[in-house]
Nanobody
């Protein structure tokens, strides 16, 4: 399984970005997916997750109502729409595949990771 995240860049505070994650393999639709982020000098932290069907989504409190996770199983893609971005959203964003079992919010629940895409929000 290979995951490739893209769509990051430099944006002003209040702006929007849409991140995409392309997954290889034929079993994409069977797995829950998540987005994490890692700011400079900080641990990698949960941002959002989506169930395999796309019917259930989960967010960290700080992005609820601002970010939206979605997926297109026909295209093997998962997305993160980020609106009203703030400087504190600056981080490398990673997409990840969640293994069977475990919490959506736990780093150890995810077994495959993309390389990350940098999002920089200027004030």
């Amino acid at each position: 399984v290979q995951l490739q995240a893209f769509g990051g860049g430099l944006v002003q505070a209040g702006g929007s970005l849409r991140l995409s994650c392309a997954a290889s393999g034929r079993t994409f639709s069977m797995y829950d997916m998540g987005w994490y982020r890692q700011a400079p000098g900080r641990d990698r932290r949960f941002v959002a997750a989506i169930s395999s069907s796309g019917l259930n989504t989960y967010y960290t409190d700080s992005v609820k109502g601002l970010f939206t996770i979605s997926r297109d199983n026909a295209k093997n893609r998962v997305y993160l729409q980020m609106n009203s971005l703030k400087p504190e959203d600056t981080a490398v964003y990673y997409c990840a595949r969640k293994g069977q079992g475990g919490s959506y919010y736990s780093l150890s629940s995810y077994d495959y990771w993309g390389q990350g895409t940098l999002v920089t929000v200027s004030s």
